[in-house]
């Protein structure tokens, strides 16, 4: 990139693979610091699983309760560490995350794979695929709603086992910790991440060592390691065993996280901090509240807090609740991320994106995203009032974008590495049999919350779609306003339109280089004056991450090398952020005959005022909300980095 070869620090992604190319950077305190920072981002939301899990399991208050014996808690501490041991290390940390783009990961790679790889099959499929994975994405926002909320009130509701008097308290307490959460996200996560990974390593370690205490009092727990057990629950007492399933989801909360934070940690650090610290914590909880339970089945209203010995429930507490609000802050980063992603993909407008960090630019704030998600996320606070409540919601989300991911993967494989169809055949029915009976599971609690996060998945992939279509038509109309560049420049040169050559330098900023830009045919028709430099700038966004230095530019002198008109494409990742001058400074006067004023250029924006027109081009109430979206689009001259005293913005409307 070109921050990168100006001297700018490497990012976490850059340090990813420098360590696993095994450069001469890449040491062992290099490897160490990843994996402990991954700890700290990636793994809070299924850190923190152990807290609410198995008590959901177990809720008298289930439409369908699971009765507590002692063959239904070795069926399901089996269950759900044979859904952990499939879903997230087999069809994450082995399958999914091999399918990177560039390096990065999650749903929105997985889509860009599938348009790259898919192009060259079938469109019908890969268009399908790719709605299906704009769905997963939307989803997501779901989980990112639906996460704050149940892992901050779970950790709170430990004061209930502490204290039973402040039982009341809870719901102010969780209102309070997520309204500050969500203040301090504009100050970025930089300072306050450095102690992220040492809290989730004192988390993992402390659940561990309770759920080896709770073992050691009911060792025979651990035969729930056979698959045997699981089996036998599941097809032994299906009826029990499958609405129980809508609960054991919970345990993989937060296996996405794994997937999409890939590029800033890299694979093996992701792999290994799965491996080596959280899986076998996580798994010790569970099978140490599962002792728990069957040494006193009362125990069941709160497994967690319960195994910790009385002296450490208050520390206990405290940990938890730090340890759920870095759950919350790695799914609310996780959403700003699709956001960002979506928008450069063309799914959603330009918003106003905040790098808050200097080295690492995976760190942002997405203001209106934000506020968005505190409303939703205290609204599910105040309306579900407990974690046990809002599991019910929470597992949908998480089923579909797991079913989804599963599903893309195993059609990249093909397409991009030609894996066998027989071998495909069989890991797609296994893997995607376990998935869809998650689904199957949570759609019995529809009418129980679970409701929720497909309202939510559905209404953003409206929006989504929506925004792509009508973008789409507006381009179409934009460009027959505009008329044919090559014309219009000839027309310039022949002297067809008289115009008046002024000193300077102007920008302009066009969607290519097949029409003209309209704010430079608006100056040209309406004031007859043109700058002897004219740039006219296009960007693009590759469906790759990032684009390097060598390969960000082209310049094209559009028929004519002594004009002092020519077009430059300037190319740029998903994940880079534009910066319109800094790119024109890479130029040479060479390309661009002559030498660019850039300190005193005048840029220029063509701003579309949208309209509802008659034609059928989309239904009424998509073309309403269509405009309604385009309100929030961030400032074109604050988003490519124009300085603005030297911004002019000219106007045209479109009917849509």
């Known amino acids: 990139m070109a921050d990168r070869a100006q001297g700018t620090p490497p990012d976490d992604g850059f340090l990813a693979r420098t360590a696993e190319r095994g450069q001469p950077s890449a040491h062992d305190a290099v490897r160490l610091a990843l994996v402990i920072g991954a700890l700290g981002v990636v793994f809070g939301d299924i850190g923190t699983s152990p807290i609410y899990t198995l008590q959901t399991v177990f809720n008298p208050s289930d439409p369908h309760p699971v009765p507590v014996t002692t063959q239904n808690v070795y069926g399901v501490v089996s269950l759900v560490f044979w859904s952990v041991m499939i879903i997230v290390t087999v069809t994450y940390v082995l399958l999914a995350m091999r399918a990177d783009n560039d390096g990065e990961g999650g749903i929105m790679a997985l889509i860009t794979l599938v348009r790259r790889w898919g192009s060259q099959r079938s469109r019908r499929v890969t268009a399908a695929l790719t709605a299906l994975g704009v769905f997963g994405a939307s989803l997501f926002f779901g989980d990112s709603m639906i996460t704050p909320a149940i892992s901050v009130l779970s950790a709170v509701e430990g004061l209930k086992v502490v204290q039973p008097s402040l039982g009341t308290a809870v719901v102010p307490i969780t209102a309070l910790i997520i309204v500050l959460l969500f203040l301090v996200q504009r100050r970025g996560t930089a300072a306050v991440g450095r102690v992220f990974g040492p809290v989730m390593i004192a988390w993992f370690l402390a659940i561990g060592a309770c759920g080896v205490a709770g073992i050691a009092s009911h060792p025979a727990i651990l035969r729930a390691l056979s698959p045997t057990y699981a089996l036998g629950f599941l097809f032994g007492h299906f009826g029990t065993a499958f609405f ?3 609960a054991v989801v919970l345990a993989v909360t937060g296996a996405e996280a794994l997937y999409a934070d890939m590029g800033h940690f890299g694979r093996r650090s992701i792999t290994r901090a799965w491996l080596f610290c959280v899986f076998p914590a996580c798994i010790l909880s569970y099978f140490g509240q599962g002792a728990l339970i069957l040494a006193d089945p009362h125990n069941i209203s709160s497994p967690f807090f319960l195994l910790v010995p009385h002296w450490g429930r208050w520390p206990m507490v405290l940990l938890a609740t730090a340890a759920t609000v870095i759950a919350s802050q790695a799914v609310i980063t996780g959403a700003y991320s699709v956001t960002s992603q979506a928008a450069q993909l063309g799914y959603l407008p330009r918003l106003r994106i905040a790098h808050t960090s200097e080295s690492t630019i995976g760190q942002i704030y997405v203001p209106w995203i934000n506020w968005l998600l505190m409303v939703s996320v205290l609204t599910l606070v105040f309306a579900f009032r407990s974690s046990t409540a809002l599991a019910f919601a929470f597992g ?24 066998p169809r027989w071998l495909i055949g069989i890991g797609a029915a296994v893997l995607l049999f376990v998935d869809l009976l998650f689904v199957a599971a949570n759609m019995t609690k529809f009418v129980h919350g ?22 789409e038509l507006v381009t179409a109309e934009r460009a027959r306003i505009e008329g044919p560049l090559p014309e219009f420049v000839d027309e310039l040169r022949s002297g067809k339109v008289a115009t008046l050559r002024v000193p300077g330098t102007a920008v302009f900023l066009n969607r290519g280089k097949q029409t003209a830009p309209l704010a430079m045919r608006a100056n040209v028709q309406h004031n007859h004056v043109r700058h002897d430099q004219v740039v006219i700038l296009s960007l693009e966004t590759q469906p790759v991450p990032r684009v390097p230095a060598d390969r960000r530019v082209v310049v094209d002198d559009l028929g004519y090398a002594d004009d002092g008109i020519i077009h430059v494409t300037a190319r740029f990742g998903y994940m880079d952020t534009p ?18 004023q850039l300190d005193q250029a005048s840029y220029f924006l063509s701003k579309i005022d949208l309209r509802r027109g008659t034609s059928p081009t989309l239904a009424p109430w998509r073309k309403r909300l269509f405009i309604a979206t385009s309100y929030i689009t961030a400032d074109a001259a604050e988003h490519f980095g124009l300085p603005r005293d030297r911004t002019v913005i000219m106007g045209s409307h479109i009917e849509v």
Request: hydrophobic content about 50%; proline content about 6%.
């Open 244 to 246: 129980a399933l809508a």
């Open 450 to 471: 679970a409701w929720l996060p497909l309202l939510i998945g559905i209404t953003a992939f409206t929006v989504m779609t929506t925004w792509q279509r009508g973008r």
């Open 579 to 596: 910066d319109v001058p800094g790119t024109l400074a890479m130029l040479e006067p060479a390309q661009t005959e002559g030498p660019l």
């Open 396 to 419: 949908m989300a998480v089923t579909g974008t797991i079913t989804i991911t599963t599903l893309l993967f195993f059609y990249v494989a093909r397409a991009k590495w030609g894996t």
